[in-house]
């Protein structure tokens, strides 16, 4: 998908400053936008509308509006870039913390709304590939562990060496065509019901 054809949602309880983000945002060519009013039943608007990325505009943010709102972006997966007319570092911190992309304090003109928005989708993208990657490293921690596991079990229980555990289970993925964690886990599944040693 094209910069220009993202489905953008803007969250604005002001009309005459919700206009200025979509005037910049459609003379930037983008035609796919929403505005959005009431911050009650945000969630169901942006379940229907499924934005690409979402622009607040908070005016005159209380610390119970932010908290509000903050919790909606931490269930949202999406590029969020936040303008707020004065705030504090502890406001900054929560609002980076909930997952927001730019938070832009007294910076609301049109012809910065492109680049802002360029900025939130470029920063969103980078967080998403840092938070794949580690979850991806944990999982294959995990899956390491499991193995060692397995192998450890296979070696008490039927006087193995270690090569010859690791062996056997590999043989065994590749005749079942399974990933060795798969029958790693079997193994330690069946150790603890038949109350293996060293199952806890």
């Known amino acids: 998908m094209t910069q220009t054809g993202l489905a953008i949602l803007i969250v604005d309880e002001n009309r005459l400053r919700a206009t200025i983000i979509e005037d910049g945002l459609r ?30 505009d908070l005016e005159n943010p209380n610390r119970d509006r932010l908290e509000q709102f903050f919790q909606v972006t931490r269930s949202v997966r999406r590029p969020i870039a936040m303008f707020v007319d004065r705030s504090d570092a502890a406001s900054m911190e929560a609002a980076i913390d909930a997952g927001v992309s730019a938070y832009v304090v007294d910076g609301l003109k049109k012809e910065r709304v492109k680049a802002i928005l360029d900025m939130a989708i470029l920063r969103f993208g980078a967080f998403s590939r840092l938070r794949d990657e580690l979850d991806e490293a944990r999982s294959e921690l995990a899956d390491r562990k499991v193995i060692e596991k397995a192998k450890g079990l296979m070696m008490r229980m039927r006087g193995l060496s270690e090569e010859e555990a ?10 079942e065509k399974k990933k060795l964690v798969e029958i790693a886990r079997s193994v330690v599944t069946a150790a603890s019901l038949l109350g293996g040693e060293g199952c806890k």
């Open 166 to 175: 690791y062996r056997l289970m590999r043989q065994t993925a590749m005749n």
């Open 27 to 56: 003379e930037a060519g983008h035609e796919r936008v929403h505005v959005v009013r009431e911050m009650q039943g945000l969630v169901r608007e942006i379940e229907a509308f499924a934005p690409d990325v979402i622009v607040v």
